[in-house]
């Protein structure tokens, strides 16, 4: 197992997610897609380190562990945010979500 | 008597006239300028007691205006000439005043009448004590202007309104003159002074212009040209008689007693002047031509007010014969005093008389007013027995004085006076025997005027017969007028032409009827020698001439005027057409807007409101800048 392999694992991930956030209409499968795509940088970062010059300094776990906290409170002010828009709208459809468009 | 309280004696009025300017009680107003008025002549009787004992005085007031070396000042003159004047206006003035309040009682517009009145006291008051050209000008000018609006007072007659034109625009001519000769003066003397310490323009001798002219004659020529249009006389005179059209108390204040002698009261101020000029003779002949000319047209007449004008500007001429003929500007000054007093009575009766024959004036409708209204009547009898000079009336003593005077200096002329003189007497007969003698001829029986107008007539009276003989002597002392010895001849013709005229117009008209017409009011006397008909036929016709030529000229500016106006609209059109619509609103300031709003409209595609679809520029612009960094760094 090269870097290479972790690399191309990573960018296949980055596809599934990038696809994901600008294909799909519902918010929730977004908000998973961007998931998908955090975790792309995720096994980056782990990669990185793992083949690096300088294993020892736990850089990466260290960065990785960051993202991750900081994707979870992302993650339920993104869910709050979609709640409140289907209150709003009663849709979590985004084709439907059109307001900022000149009417 | 200090220099404010002499100043007081024109400004009273003056400020009677700005109180009463605003005012609309008819009665208010006249107790406001009878009072004024009344001040104004104890403080002139005063002055004159104050003159009387005392030397001449000059009393600077106020400068005026300083500009390099020059100083203009407002200074007042109080000697036996201002002072006798001044207490003759406010005094007679007084009468007069208190006798409106009885003709205009039942005018609405009283109260205006009392303001202008005041107002041309005030001017009048102001042109005697004068010491100085400039202030007498303005002054002068004041009293022509109260004329002019006292005379249209009744301007809803349009003869009155022309009437007021024709003396604002005659008299104007003669102002010219006087404003001409002030600059004269000016430029040659440096001064309007008239006494100053030996530096007045009286004081000194004014220099020569040139030609050997010397600026003495140029000036009281110029002068007497201002004193001839307010004086009426011969050619300037027609102003006169047609100034009858305003109320009667203003044709005896102001153009029969005071303002239409300011041009006698101006040669006799200035005496020196003429005197060095040697311009005396001129003076005096056109006095005796107008004195003979005036008396002849009043034969013609038969407006008692027109008459009556006639005989002032007679008397004026006879004024200027005496100013002319004699050495000091005494006798002229005398007859001025006495005619005023006589005068004065005579206009105020004659508005009294036709007041009481309800405003008829045509002296043909009047008749047996002697029975009707015997206080005016006699009255006015004394006034015209000193009109015609009967002995040892106040108009004998005076007349006598010009008499001997013009007899003493220039043969002719003394010949042209007498004659005038008897002409006169046969006028005034005449007058009266139509006006007293008889049955009423006119529609409506005659009736006696009310107190307040017949008590001045009388106290006027008293003075027409008496003042020549009381106090004649000592004016002339104190006037400076050497008694010459008194010739026989002079005498003689003094007694003959006044008893003479008289028995005259007796004998003719005492036993005629005075419904057929008259035999000595021949056409061209009716028609006052054609003198209007001269200035229309000339001056009239030029003006006209010189209007039309105006007019012609106005049309050919207007007519260029229209021209660059039409240029002008076409360029502007043009402009406005081409350059302003097209190249600036339609290409620059439209078309900018709406590629502006072109580019709006495309811009607002990209606009979805599809967020993935924002996310998805977002992307392929990060993915294309990735590549742009890649391709720079390799």
Redesign the interface.
């Known amino acids: 197992m090269t870097l290479n392999h972790y690399l191309v694992l990573s960018a296949i991930l980055l596809g599934i997610g990038?696809l994901g956030?600008?294909?799909?209409?519902n918010i929730i499968v977004?908000l998973f897609s961007i998931e998908i795509l955090f975790n792309a940088a995720n096994l980056n970062f782990i990669a990185f380190w793992r083949f690096g010059p300088n294993p020892e300094a736990l850089m990466g776990p260290m960065f990785a562990l960051f993202a991750i906290a900081v994707a979870a409170a992302e993650v339920a002010v993104g869910l709050a945010l979609v709640i409140a828009v289907y209150r709003h709208f009663k849709t979590v459809d985004?084709?439907k979500?059109?307001?900022?468009?000149?009417p | 008597m200090s220099a404010s309280t002499l100043a007081l004696i024109p400004c009273l009025p003056l400020l009677a006239a700005l109180c009463t300017a605003g005012m609309r009680n008819g009665r208010r107003a006249a107790a406001v300028a009878i009072g004024a008025l009344a001040m104004s002549a104890l403080l002139a009787l005063w002055a004159l007691s104050q003159a009387w004992t005392g030397d001449a005085q000059v009393f600077p007031l106020a400068d005026w205006l300083s500009v390099g070396g020059t100083r203009i000042t407002f200074s007042l003159r109080l000697d036996a000439l201002s002072a006798l004047m001044a207490s003759m206006v406010t005094f007679v003035g007084l009468l007069i005043f208190i006798f409106s309040t009885g003709y205009m009682a039942h005018d609405p517009r009283c109260a205006r009448f009392f303001c202008y009145l005041s107002l041309f006291a005030a001017g009048m008051l102001g042109l005697v004590l004068s010491n100085n050209l400039l202030l007498l000008f303005m002054s002068w000018e004041i009293v022509g202007l109260a004329s002019y609006l006292l005379i249209g007072f009744w301007f809803h007659k349009p003869s009155a309104a022309a009437a007021g034109k024709k003396a604002f625009i005659v008299t104007r001519l003669g102002d010219l003159g006087l404003l001409l000769g002030l600059l004269v003066a000016f430029t040659q003397t440096g001064t309007l002074e008239l006494y100053a310490g030996g530096a007045g323009l009286l004081e000194k001798d004014p220099g020569t212009l040139v030609w050997g002219v010397g600026a003495a004659k140029l000036v009281s020529l110029l002068l007497f040209v201002g004193a001839a249009g307010k004086s009426g006389q011969v050619p300037l005179h027609v102003w006169l008689p047609d100034a009858m059209e305003g109320p009667t108390p203003v044709s005896a204040l102001i153009h029969a007693a005071t303002m239409v002698a300011a041009g006698v009261f101006l040669v006799a101020r200035t005496f020196p002047l003429f005197e060095a000029g040697g311009t005396l003779p001129l003076v005096a002949w056109t006095g005796g031509v107008t004195a003979l000319i005036a008396a002849l047209i009043a034969l013609g007449q038969f407006d008692i007010k027109r008459i009556l004008a006639y005989s002032t500007v007679s008397q004026l001429g006879l004024m200027m014969v005496g100013l002319g003929a004699a050495t000091t500007g005494a006798i002229g000054m005398y007859h001025l005093f006495t005619h005023a007093y006589f005068k004065a009575l005579l206009f105020l009766g004659a508005g009294s008389i036709s007041h009481g024959c309800h405003h008829e004036q045509d002296i043909r409708k009047m008749g047996g007013i002697a029975r009707a209204m015997p206080v005016t009547t006699a009255a006015y009898l004394c006034g015209a027995l000193a009109l015609v000079a009967f002995p040892y009336t106040s108009g004998y003593f005076s007349k006598d004085a010009v008499l001997v005077a013009v007899y003493g200096a220039d043969r002719p002329l003394f010949y042209l006076c007498a004659f005038s003189s008897l002409l006169t007497a046969l006028y005034v007969t005449r007058q009266c025997v139509y006006v007293f003698a008889g049955a009423h001829r006119g529609a409506h029986a005659p009736h006696e005027s009310p107190a307040v107008m017949t008590v001045p007539l009388v106290i006027l009276a008293v003075f027409a017969l008496g003042m020549g003989g009381l106090f004649g002597g000592a004016l002339q002392a104190k006037l400076g007028a050497i008694h010459a010895a008194h010739p026989f001849p002079v005498i003689a013709t003094s007694w003959a032409v006044a008893l003479g005229g008289m028995l005259l117009g007796w004998v003719i008209y005492s036993g005629r009827d005075l419904r057929a017409p008259d035999p000595l009011a021949l056409v061209p006397l009716q028609r006052k020698l054609w003198f209007d008909e001269l200035y229309a036929a000339t001056a009239g016709r030029l003006w006209s001439g010189l209007t039309a030529l105006a007019v012609l000229l106005q049309e050919m500016v207007a007519a260029l005027a229209e021209l660059v106006q039409e240029l002008a609209q076409a360029t502007g059109q043009f402009f406005s057409r081409s350059v302003d619509g097209r190249l600036i609103d339609q290409l620059a300031v439209d078309g900018l807007a709406r590629r502006f709003h072109e580019g709006g409209r495309a811009a607002?595609r990209f606009?979805?409101?599809?967020?993935?679809g924002y996310?998805?520029w977002v992307?392929l612009g990060t993915l294309l800048g990735g590549l742009f960094v890649h391709w720079l760094l390799t």
């Open positions: 990038l956030v600008l294909t799909r209409r977004v985004l084709e979500l059109d307001t900022l468009r000149e | 607002v606009q979805s409101g599809f967020l993935p996310l998805r992307v």
